[in-house]
């Protein structure tokens, strides 16, 4: 493992293409509740596995909390000469003091008409997150897409977007529930999700992860 220097936004992926990948099954969804009924701060997580080892991040334990924020980027959609487009991503993360590491984040994103009077609409935004399977990253930005980072203890930055993207069996993301939060001060979903495949690090090595989950905040209010 090496340290790079940081860089903006990066995104799993894998370069072996397989045609015609084996179905995931569905998300079950047993734990969308405590035993109350009510989504509680504490059921917040983020979490995979890596050479036998689980990192797994909880929204107010060790210091760790769970930070939601969207945002249109400043260049514009491919293909778009006019500028009419832009992505807007919406961002959860489990993130630590300014001192603590490792963390890491989902960024859910999609080209979207760029209005810089009135911004996007919060229907627009609802519909970024979609109960599916959604294709890593990558520069065609091709509909709705995914990234997963993760900052490893060492401060190295590892992405699905630096690498090759390929569709295949191991590399996958997908959306399998959305709820209303309860607690419309801190987001207005709480989304949950599973995720597999390959990071990288700006130099180019490899980080395979699995097993991968999250239930986390979607949209700032």
């Excluded at 993360?93 to 890491?104: D, F, H, N």
């Excluded at 919060?122 to 959604?134: G, N």
């Excluded at 401060?155 to 977007?161: F, H, I, L, Q, R």
């Amino acid at each position: 493992m090496r340290n790079a220097a940081f860089y903006a936004f990066i995104f799993l992926g894998f370069f072996v293409a397989c045609s015609d990948p084996e179905p995931i099954e569905p998300f079950s969804n047993d734990n969308l509740t405590d035993t109350s009924g009510t989504v509680l701060p504490y059921d917040l997580s983020m979490s995979f596995d890596h050479e036998k080892i689980k990192y797994s991040f909880f929204n107010g334990q060790n210091g760790y909390y769970n930070s939601v924020f969207q945002q249109t980027d400043t260049f514009s959609c491919p293909d778009d000469s006019l500028g009419q487009y832009r992505v807007f991503s919406l961002f959860s993360g489990m993130r630590g003091q300014s001192t603590l590491y490792p963390e890491m984040q989902i960024r859910i994103m999609e080209c979207v008409e760029y209005d810089p009077a009135f911004g996007i609409t919060q229907a627009r935004m609802d519909s970024i997150l979609q109960v599916a399977e959604y294709d890593y990253f990558d520069s065609t930005m091709n509909g709705m897409m995914a990234e997963v980072i993760f900052i490893d203890k060492d401060t190295v930055m590892w992405s699905s977007s630096t690498g090759s993207n390929d569709f295949s069996a191991t590399s996958r993301f997908f959306i399998s529930a959305i709820l209303d939060n309860p607690d419309q001060d801190a987001s207005r979903r709480i989304v949950y999700g599973q995720f597999s495949g390959f990071l990288y690090n700006a130099e180019g090595d490899t980080m395979a992860v699995s097993n991968g989950q999250f239930k986390s905040r979607f949209i700032r209010p």
